[in-house]
């Protein structure tokens, strides 16, 4: 430990003396202390039943740290963004649109896996959207690490992370042992997280799944395998076959102090709670927590089993909402009712979708539409307000899209 922490502190000096970008070459002497901790680490691995011949093989060529790990090591800004702005980057028009895709050109294989597991194959699509865009990003190699040496970084640089990052380099030892995959397939995020379903380590060997029965539980490659993995995480949480995850509500007036409250939809009914569209709470003796995700001045939701059995893949009820709006959505049924407090003058993801459209009809965009207003987006917003002679600020707004309308 002692040891760990005079390396750490070191290699935080040198950071500080340089600073000594992801763009540089990383340091000679950072790379020898890399290699010293793995070198070091065989004898923990040994303790777990790794053999020489699997620890030499995951770290075969692997000479010094992971840059992006020991990027996200040293520096992890606390980024909040407000509820609102998380849903729109992931339940939008879009995610809509690829999730029906999947649906269809995958419905055989959703259909086995909802039948054997007994979970909605609409939660598996979502989740499946969130986790990697339904496996794009596993399709841009330069974005995929090599999991044993990002884990490893993480271990020898993070004191924050090392708990964490020692036992799934651990576990990811074992995956390679048991020969799901070659250790050059072994890739996934800079935290480890892996395939079409972004599994950890760990959370792999509790799971994985051989769905399309090739002898492998890989879900890197097979779709199948991948949602089936998903299937089993939630199956063996506790996924209630045949319910809703939650039901999104108006909030009586005073009714906010009832907030992480858990009742049942009857008692919530009698308190003044109705669904927006109208309709009542199935009748029954199902019990709802209330969560206000939003604030006070926000749509209230009442969440059910299956939404915290969805936050066993991810903590964040942000997630577990964002995975539930999604698959209702591409199953048809239909998106929030309600509108989230947004500030004054700015827009929804239907009307940011609108307003790129609109510029890329106009010619000032050229990019996606997809709700993301990155660098092409604001240069397109600053064009066109200078053409109108609106303030250049390049954000969207409603004036704005007013003014193209
Ligand atoms: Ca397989």
Do not use: C
Not at 41 to 68: H, L, V
């Amino acid at each position: 430990m002692t040891k760990f922490r005079t390396r750490s502190r070191s290699f935080a000096l040198l950071l500080a003396a340089g600073l000594v970008t992801v763009m540089m070459p990383l340091n000679a002497q950072a790379d020898a202390g890399f290699k010293r901790w793995v070198a070091d680490f065989y004898e923990t691995a040994a303790k777990s039943g790794i053999s020489r011949s699997t620890y030499q093989k995951a770290f075969a060529g692997i000479s010094e740290p992971d840059p992006e790990a020991l990027q996200k090591a040293q520096y992890q800004p606390e980024f909040k963004s407000q509820i609102w702005e998380y849903l729109d980057s992931r339940v939008n028009p879009y995610t809509v649109q690829i999730g029906r895709q999947m649906a269809a050109r995958h419905g055989g294989t959703l259909n086995a896996i909802e039948r054997h597991f007994g979970v909605d194959k609409n939660i598996l699509l979502a989740i499946w959207s969130m986790e990697s865009n339904y496996g794009a990003v596993l399709e841009k190699p330069e974005r995929l690490h090599h999991v044993p040496q990002a884990l490893a970084t993480l271990a020898w640089a993070d004191p924050k992370r090392a708990k964490f990052a020692r036992t799934q380099l651990i576990a990811a030892l074992k995956i390679l042992q048991a020969g799901d995959v070659t250790p050059k397939q072994l890739t996934g995020s800079w935290a480890g997280a892996m395939g079409h379903t972004q599994f950890i380590p760990t959370s792999y060997l509790l799971y994985a799944v051989d769905a399309d029965g090739n002898g492998k539980r890989d879900i890197w490659h097979s779709i199948p395998d991948a949602l089936a993995t998903s299937a089993n995480l939630l199956a063996k949480n506790g996924w209630t076959t045949g319910k809703t995850w939650g039901y999104e509500a108006v909030l009586p007036a005073g009714a906010a102090k009832y907030e992480g409250q858990t009742k049942t939809l009857a008692q919530w009914a009698a308190l003044g709670f109705v669904r927006p569209n109208g309709k009542g709470f199935p009748r029954g003796t199902d019990r709802a927590s209330l969560k206000l995700m939003g604030g006070s001045n926000g749509p209230a939701f009442l969440m059910m089993k299956n939404f915290f059995t969805i936050k066993k893949y991810n903590a964040a009820d942000s997630y577990a909402l964002a995975v539930g709006l999604l698959a209702d959505e591409i199953a048809g049924f239909g998106g929030m009712q309600q509108s989230w407090p947004r500030p004054h003058g700015t827009l929804d993801i239907k009307e940011k979708f609108e307003l790129q459209s609109r510029m890329k009809q106009l010619g000032y965009y050229d990019g996606e539409v997809d709700g993301n207003f990155g660098s092409g987006s604001k240069a397109a917003i600053s064009a066109i307000q200078k053409r109108l002679g609106m303030d250049q600020n390049g954000e969207p707004s409603q004036s704005l899209l007013r003014a193209l309308r």
